[in-house]
């Protein structure tokens, strides 16, 4: 049974603050990971993925990959009020996505 | 990017009824998928839609309950039988992309009564 593993939260940061996203997951042979977000009443955007150890950056984004230790970051720089959502990790095999519960992320201006 | 579209959005269903659920992708794509997303949860694989194959179902999921069409490469349908209240949650159409990436649509709101 894979697993995804997330921090429900609240995490709750200032504007203009580092959030930092976390995640682990239990199956060693995963290959892909990806990072969605979710505004409430809303379907899962896609905002990051990262196939490689190490980090990857887009603007304010930046996924971290940890295969080692089965673990998989999203930092969110400099962030804003309109950042305030849940935010999914999803891990793949070799086609479908296992998806975590998510963590809610709350941004006060 | 691809635009994928779900109907309907919202709908209220009474307990026993069954309701189609349409997904069109404004691309062709190889792979369809459908997920579940129920109150407070995270989203669950029901099946994966190939044109041309028998969908395939995850563990827990089966066609008498959720029957998939996938009759082109654009477009999907997924069938909710026989609605009971746990029904009730959030359905999810999915594309393909490059790299296992999946693209969703707006969803579908199902509440069951």
């Known amino acids: 049974q894979k697993e995804v593993e997330q921090n429900s939260g609240p995490l709750s940061v200032p504007e203009g603050a580092i959030a930092s996203l976390n995640c682990t997951y239990s199956?060693?042979?995963?290959?892909?990971f990806f990072w969605y977000r979710q505004y409430s009443g809303k379907s899962p955007e896609l905002i990051m993925f990262?196939?490689?150890?190490g980090d990857k950056e887009d603007g304010r984004f930046t996924a971290q990959l940890n295969k080692a230790s089965q673990y998989v970051s999203l930092l969110i720089r400099d962030s804003q009020p309109s950042d305030s959502a849940t935010y999914l990790c999803?891990?793949?095999?070799?086609?479908?996505?296992?998806f975590g519960k998510g963590t809610m992320l709350l941004v006060s201006p | 990017s691809a635009v994928i579209s779900q109907k309907p959005s919202r709908d209220i269903c009474q307990r026993g009824t069954s309701l189609t659920i349409q997904c069109q992708v404004d691309?062709?794509?190889?792979?369809m998928f459908w997920y579940r997303q129920q109150p407070g949860q995270s989203l669950t694989l029901i099946a994966t839609?190939?044109?041309?194959?028998?969908?395939?179902?995850e563990s827990g999921f089966v066609i008498d309950k959720f029957p998939i069409s996938r009759p082109n490469l654009t477009f999907s349908t997924l069938t909710v039988s026989n609605m009971s209240p746990e029904d009730s949650s959030i359905y999810l159409c999915g594309m393909g992309g490059s790299g296992n990436t999946i693209y969703f649509g707006e969803g579908s709101w199902l509440t069951v009564v």
């Open positions: 990262i196939y490689s150890n």
């Open positions: 999803a891990v793949s095999g070799y086609s479908t996505l296992t």
């Open positions: 691309s062709q794509v190889t792979m």
């Open positions: 199956d060693r042979g995963s290959q892909s």
């Open positions: 839609a190939n044109q041309g194959s028998e969908a395939t179902y």
